[in-house]
């Protein structure tokens, strides 16, 4: 009997179903039966993005609150295993995708079955990761794989490239300077790489590698600098969504949100590094490791 897995995913621009196309290729070649799953929103995140809608997701998406879901069906009770696609908004984890790991559907199939994640963001995904980690084990699953995609391009470059995907939908060259926006087609065909190493795991029922093989073939990547910079953003974001859920008027408060944002990211990222450059990270290389090494091998 073939082994049946679950891929299950959200995608506002296209891409994530690219990317569970080629990483569930060798899946499917290998005789597997793939459930491929899409999963939408009652109400849809038009694509691309308004300005003023992009920013009003930011306190529910920072706060883990979940929207409902159009009706969807898995073609089994149970599976071998689940692939779950999703996005970081605000360094959290998509609303769409949030309301999948929270729906009944979802946890009755994933409790006490392997789970893999696949996301695609900017470049900033250690928050979102650490939330999806801690909602599958609410749910009872046994996380054993994740796959992170960024855009690679510098961190100035990428946010200039991705609020001109998000805010136009066009996935190219901005101004015919820049570099296209988003995963790189390169690296969305090389997720079936890390497919063919899932399929040699799923097949022998050995899940305890597969995470240093798949790191081994460039799964995934953890820069220094982002992660200083993330781990003191996430704090700050949600005391910003805490604070902003609790006003009746929020616009004014979301839009105050938005100018510290690009303030914090031309003006206060850099002054950060720099600090931690001088004072922390000389001193602190064994706890940097491990903070690595909690991202790259899910421990």
């Known amino acids: 009997m073939s082994k049946k897995v679950l891929a299950i995913y959200y995608t506002q621009s296209g891409q994530m179903t690219d990317i569970i196309s080629n990483f569930t290729a060798p899946l499917i070649a290998g005789g597997v039966d793939v459930d491929i799953v899409l999963v939408q929103p009652v109400v849809n995140y038009d694509f691309p993005w308004t300005g003023s809608r992009f920013f009003s997701v930011m306190p529910d998406c920072q706060l883990g609150v979940p929207t409902e879901l159009q009706p969807f069906e898995l073609k089994h009770n149970a599976y ?30 994933v409790k006490d079955t392997p789970v893999v994640t696949i996301s695609a963001g900017r470049n900033m ?19 054993v794989g994740n796959v992170a995609l960024v855009d690679n391009n510098p961190n100035f470059v990428s946010f200039i490239t991705i609020f001109y995907w998000m805010l136009t939908g066009k996935k190219e060259r901005y101004l015919n300077i820049f570099p296209k926006p988003g995963v790189s087609e390169e690296d969305i ?9 899932l399929l040699q795991h799923l097949n022998n029922g050995d899940w305890d590698t597969l995470q240093q093989e798949m790191v081994d073939k460039g799964a995934v990547r953890v820069k220094y600098p982002l992660m200083v910079i993330e781990g003191k953003a996430g704090v700050i974001f949600k005391a910003w969504a805490k604070f902003i859920s609790k006003r009746k008027n929020k616009m004014p408060w979301i839009t105050a949100y938005k100018y510290y944002l690009f303030i914090a990211l031309f003006l206060g990222a850099p002054i950060l590094l720099t600090l931690d450059a001088i004072f922390l990270r000389p001193f602190t290389q064994k706890s940097i490791r491990a903070k690595k090494q909690h991202y790259l091998l899910l421990n």
């Not at 959290?92 to 309301?99: D, Q, R």
């Not at 065909?189 to 190493?197: A, C, I, L, Q, R």
């Open 189 to 197: 065909k090389h997720t079936s790489v890390y497919g063919e190493v």
């Open 125 to 143: 995904w250690l928050n979102a990761f650490d939330k999806i980690k801690q909602l599958l084990a609410d749910a009872g699953a046994k996380f």
């Open 80 to 109: 071998d295993l689940v692939i779950l696609g999703y996005q970081p908004w605000f360094l959290s984890p998509s609303i769409p995708s949030n309301s999948i790991i929270q729906h009944p559907k979802f946890r009755a199939v």
